[in-house]
């Protein structure tokens, strides 16, 4: 049985959409590879925010106990007292940075994730598709019909 040129212009053509859809799928794979990075990164930059406002908090909470002593010692440590009230404002503004911060990376993070099953989907849908093209192009060959 000899082939004749349509059948292998057909596998050919087959062929080479075959190939089309590897690299494509390989080229949404490294899309997906490098999300995947990326939320690792937005997580571990999550997780440093998280431990800093953590900080800032048991800080925040050092300078009201200062402060608390400070109001008790006042007519001896009037200086001290105000030293203390500075420290307690700073505390609370770098403690609603960090906090505004944490939300934001909250929101890469979620963002990410999104993004990320957006990636799986449309890797999924395209998979499918060049599935069924690879079908397609098969079952109209002639030999697939002989074959049959």
Known sequence: MSSSPTSGVSDR??????K???????????SIDHAL????????????CMKT???AQKQAIKVKDKE???AKALNKAKHQHADTLDKEANAGDTLSRRREREADSERSVHQLYEDLGSCQQ????NSVSACF????????????????
Not at 37 to 48: G, N, T
Not at 122 to 125: H, M, V, Y
Not at 133 to 148: D, F, G, K, N
């Open 20 to 30: 089309l859809f590897v690299q494509e799928a390989k080229t949404e794979q490294k």
């Open 133 to 148: 093209h690879v079908i397609q192009a098969l079952s109209h060959s002639p030999r697939s019909r002989a074959i049959c």
């Open 122 to 125: 449309t890797l999924e849908a």
């Open 37 to 48: 990075k990326d939320v690792k990164e937005a997580e571990k930059a999550l997780r440093k």
């Open 68 to 70: 608390h002593g400070a």
């Open 13 to 18: 053509g087959a062929k080479k959409l075959e």
């Open 53 to 55: 406002t953590e900080k």
